[in-house]
């Protein structure tokens, strides 16, 4: 069974910083690439940041240089390192590969 669990999300201020991770399993990590992306209330789900199984990333022109997106393969983890949180970076941080989506996690920067 694919499952994909998020966890590290929370209540920052602005200027803070949190590391989002995603654990899988059911799933050959070291050759599937990684997304997160996020949903904010009232907006459509968006791509924040994905990684290739090779490492190779690409991000969202509003997280550039703010957030790093890096995996562990070993331990099949994926992660996302967000620092200089805005409160427009609050929503809900979803993992994601190969038409398989987590559960979510709540970000929430406070102003």
């Known amino acids: 069974q694919v499952r994909l669990v998020e966890s590290g999300g929370g209540l920052v201020q602005a200027g803070g910083s949190l590391r989002l991770s995603c654990a899988a399993s059911g799933i050959v990590f070291a050759i599937s690439p990684m997304a997160w992306y996020r949903q904010a209330p009232g907006k459509q789900r968006e791509l924040v940041a994905r990684?290739?199984?090779?490492?190779?990333?690409n991000y969202a022109d509003s997280v550039k240089g703010r957030f790093t997106i890096s995996r562990e393969n070993a331990k099949k983890i994926v992660y996302l390192q967000m620092n200089s949180l805005k409160p427009e970076d609050t929503a809900v941080y979803y993992c994601?590969?190969?038409?398989?989506w987590g559960q979510g996690t709540q970000v929430t920067v406070s102003s």
């Open positions: 990684i290739t199984s090779d490492g190779s990333t």
């Open positions: 994601y590969t190969n038409f398989i």
